[in-house]
């Protein structure tokens, strides 16, 4: 059951990415390219990750460097997908999209996605007529669940206004 491991440790940090990615977006204090600038970190992030941790693996484990052409642009097609995905997060962001509603909307709908394009690149045997009703029930259940989530969002707290100093009168003698 590993994998199960390396798939709630995937759900845990993709689910925090939006609010994280929206928080430096912020902190970056730029209204105009301040989605640009944390985009860049993000990148910096990928190459950390997805660059230098797999040569590192690939060593250490006595791995070879023989990347077959076909392998090779699935996966730069992927990760071009990957990252076409997270900029259009902060593109969402940047639009005055909220956060919370982003995510969903996203979480909900890449399964969707998911199945729809593996189903189309791997026809299931026997084909659609093959598949159950509880895979269509799923993919409309993912899709009710981010309307919901996105439609019934709590409202953020209203920011408590800032105290203001009120000059004390001079001491009396």
């Known amino acids: 059951m590993q994998w199960l491991f390396y798939a709630l440790l995937t759900v845990s940090t993709w689910g925090l990415y939006g609010v994280f990615l929206h928080s430096g977006q912020m902190a970056m204090n730029d209204p105009v390219f301040g989605r640009y600038k944390a ?12 660059v230098l941790a797999p040569i590192v693996l690939l060593k250490a484990q006595g791995g070879n460097f023989n990347f077959p052409s076909k392998g090779m642009w699935i996966s730069i097609f992927a990760g071009t997908l990957g990252a076409i995905g997270a900029f259009g997060i902060l593109l969402a962001f940047g ?15 890449a399964p969707v ?30 899709a009710g ?23 004390l009168a001079p001491p009396t003698r």
């Open 39 to 50: 985009f860049l970190f993000v990148g910096i992030a990928y190459f950390i990750f997805a």
């Open 113 to 142: 996605v998911n199945a729809v394009a593996s189903m189309l690149m791997h026809p299931p045997k026997g084909g659609m007529a093959a598949v159950p009703w509880q895979f269509y029930l799923g993919i409309a259940m993912a």
């Open 145 to 167: 669940g981010g309307c919901l989530v996105s439609y019934y969002k709590p409202a953020a707290a209203p920011k408590a206004a800032a105290a203001r100093a009120v000059p």
């Open 95 to 109: 639009a005055k999209g909220a956060p919370v509603v982003v995510m969903a909307i996203v979480f909900a709908g």
